[in-house]
């Protein structure tokens, strides 16, 4: 009974590479969603995502951050020229379709990344 | 404008004690709300939801929170703390009510110690 996985769950990185991050939601859900945790800070929403569709970018930095929900595959978080700032942990969660009319259905969320900018 | 305000940055009880964990919420619809656990490098847990059925919510753990409107507050108890119970709270509201889709609006979390 797989959860939301995410992996690499801790990633190194040096200031100016490349970062990406990588979420499989449970099975049967197509909502995704990517938050970012500051140390110290709740959970601050980034982007919510439909297969091959991003549904709301609005909590999501306009520079160096893109994500995507391809049709096959997981959702992938990149973080492009990444700088001390973005070091934090980032979580996935998934939800499945809500049902018109239907109770709130919670989001379930994976494990985390835990980025670290040298 | 949607906000969760955690009144306590931390709280500290003794096992056997009742645990109050405050939350309140502004909305301008009818929120859905939220809490869940998270315990030391690790994800986050649903412990209960209200999603506009019965005010009183049972959760996982003997946690249960009650949503009172006329105060704009969703706190979590439990009568009697265990040590497993120590980890970071996080109050949640979905300003959308229903369904889920759209973004979640986190408190800042209260961490909660319990003491043998």
């Known amino acids: 009974n797989a959860g939301v996985m995410q992996n690499p769950r801790h990633l190194v990185r040096r200031r100016g590479q490349e970062a990406r991050l990588r979420c499989s939601p449970m099975k049967g859900h197509s909502h995704v969603y990517w938050y970012r945790q500051l140390p110290e800070e709740g959970l601050k929403f980034m982007v919510y995502?439909?297969?091959?569709?991003?549904?709301?970018e609005s909590g999501m930095p306009k520079e160096r951050f893109s994500a995507e929900f391809p049709k096959e595959g997981p959702s992938i978080l990149r973080i492009q020229q990444v700088v001390r700032g973005d070091s934090a942990a980032y979580f996935c969660?998934?939800?499945?379709?809500?049902?018109?009319?239907?109770?709130?259905?919670?989001?379930?969320f994976g494990d985390g990344t835990r980025l670290s900018i040298l | 404008a949607q906000s969760v305000t955690q009144l306590d940055s931390h709280v500290s009880v003794s096992e056997g004690t009742p645990v109050l964990l405050r939350c309140n919420y502004s909305s301008s619809y009818s929120p859905s709300l939220f809490w869940y656990v998270q315990h030391p490098n690790k994800g986050l847990q649903l412990l209960l939801k209200y999603t506009s059925a019965a005010t009183l919510v049972k959760g996982i753990n003997g946690f249960e929170a009650e949503f009172k409107k006329s105060e704009t507050s969703f706190h979590l108890t439990k009568p009697s703390a265990h040590m497993s119970d120590a980890a970071e709270y996080f109050c949640v509201v979905n300003p959308r009510g229903g369904g889920s889709q759209g973004n979640l609006i986190f408190g800042k979390g209260t961490k909660l110690s319990v003491k043998p």
């Open positions: 995502l439909q297969k091959e569709n991003i549904i709301d």
């Open positions: 969660a998934s939800s499945p379709v809500s049902l018109a009319g239907g109770e709130g259905q919670p989001q379930h």
